[in-house]
């Protein structure tokens, strides 16, 4: 019988993976916290026309990459591949936007892309959408937060900032007009993609890839000089604020982000520790979205983050904490006609620390084999009871990790032992 096998470009995570995620969500989820983020949960299947009304019908998500079908009452429906606009239909959904709100929220997203180093069918975010402030003083704070995070993880040196400011949508209708006109007069020289983006998404050209079409634009205009007086004002105080709270960033005039909604500003975290698959962080303004999705006007921003890519950024720069190797503490080993013995102290060690990460050994085995496993647990030490420690009340500890002398106590003074 042929085996069967994980769909391609969606990964198991083994326990051997499973530290270093647990390590970056509490990292995440505990920096959310610190600055007043509330997790929200949805769904990962959404009405198809979400994510069409919301990222836009013309963009390569959309349009290549989505996992949509329909269900069996005939409805299109659509396995998430962000989380912006179920995050914003919930808002609306269920009246949380009278009031500003900060919002976190985190699990799997799904494109039907071609899967490769860092980048996935089955990929995880942490995402952040914030509704209701309209100052560049909410865009200062979410990138002052993950400039922070990036000194916690140690990656600070190898990330960059990348920003740009997009302006209105009648600032970017003229400046839509000004590239067209100079692409156009170019048409020849633009790559494949390129030529078809010229009719629909213009600006998505921008973040072309294509070597010649990267040469041409070096000549075209500049989307900043098209800004709106209000726009510029923003993004000018948003630059004063960064500067001011320390945080370096370079403008990037032809960042321009995949998704129609972004408007004002734009930004990505990138790093050349990746190889193609640089961009760690990235988000912006999406203020006419909620509008757009059938609320009231309402002012948006926020980001998206790959938890595959920045945990492959940690082991690739070797900064992962070395106690992650370690998931117990401590390893009990039951030898000979023990087991309730065992078990029940362990129990009451598990009552007394609380903290404590121990791992009592099942199925049996000789002393010498479960000594084995001890030390392959990378436990601290083993706690070993055999038939004359559980007649006495007593519990021998090995350390397994110095050369400290084992030592047996009674198993009422283990747990300040172990507490010391």
Not at 288 to 309: H, N
Request: aromatic share 8%; with cysteine.
């Amino acid at each position: 019988m042929k085996q069967l096998r994980a769909i391609r470009g969606m990964n198991d995570l083994l326990p051997g993976q499973s530290p270093a995620w647990q390590y970056v969500e509490s990292a995440l989820s505990e920096l959310f916290a610190r600055y007043g983020y509330s997790e929200i949960r949805t769904p990962l299947l959404e009405a198809t026309q979400l994510f069409s009304r919301a990222v836009g019908e013309s963009t390569d998500i959309v349009e290549k990459e989505m996992y949509t079908f329909d269900d069996k009452s005939g409805d299109s429906v659509t396995l998430r591949p962000e989380g912006t606009a179920g995050t914003v239909r919930a808002a609306i959904q269920n009246n949380l936007l009278t009031s500003p709100q900060r919002l976190w929220y985190t699990g799997p997203m799904f494109r039907y892309e071609r899967p490769q180093k860092g980048r996935l069918r089955q990929f995880h975010q942490f995402g952040v959408e914030v509704f209701g402030i309209d100052g560049p003083d909410i865009d200062a704070e979410i990138l002052v937060m993950t400039a922070r995070l990036w000194r916690q993880l140690g990656v600070s040196d190898q990330v960059k900032l990348q920003l740009n400011s997009l302006g209105s949508s009648a600032s970017r209708a003229a400046y839509r007009e000004a590239l067209v006109e100079y692409l156009t007069a170019h048409r020849e020289r633009l790559d494949e993609d390129s030529q078809r983006r010229l009719e629909r998404n213009p600006l998505r050209i921008l973040d072309s890839k294509n070597a010649q079409t990267q040469e041409l634009l070096a000549d075209a205009p500049c989307l900043l000089d098209f800004l709106d007086s209000e726009s510029a004002a923003h993004f000018a105080s948003l630059r004063e604020m960064l500067d001011a709270a320390g945080v370096a960033y370079e403008i990037n005039t032809r960042l321009v982000r995949g998704l129609d909604y972004y408007g004002k500003t734009v930004f990505e975290w990138v790093t050349d520790s990746l190889g193609a698959q640089g961009t760690v962080c990235a988000g912006g303004r999406y203020d006419s979205l909620v509008e757009q999705m059938g609320g009231k006007p309402t002012p948006a921003v926020g980001f998206g983050l790959g938890v595959e890519r920045l945990v492959l950024l940690l082991e690739t720069l070797d900064v992962l904490p070395d106690t992650l190797e370690q998931q117990v503490d401590a390893y009990l080993v039951a030898v000979g006609e023990v087991q309730s013995s065992a078990l029940a102290a362990a129990e009451r060690l598990r009552d007394e620390l609380p903290w404590l990460r121990l791992q009592t050994h099942c199925g049996g085995g000789s002393f010498k084999s479960q000594m084995k496993k001890a030390d392959r647990s990378n436990a601290d030490f083993a706690l070993i009871i055999g038939e004359d420690e559980a007649a006495a009340g007593q519990v021998t500890v090995k350390y397994l990790r110095s050369d400290e002398p084992q030592q047996t106590v009674a198993l009422a003074e283990l747990p300040a032992l172990l507490q010391s």
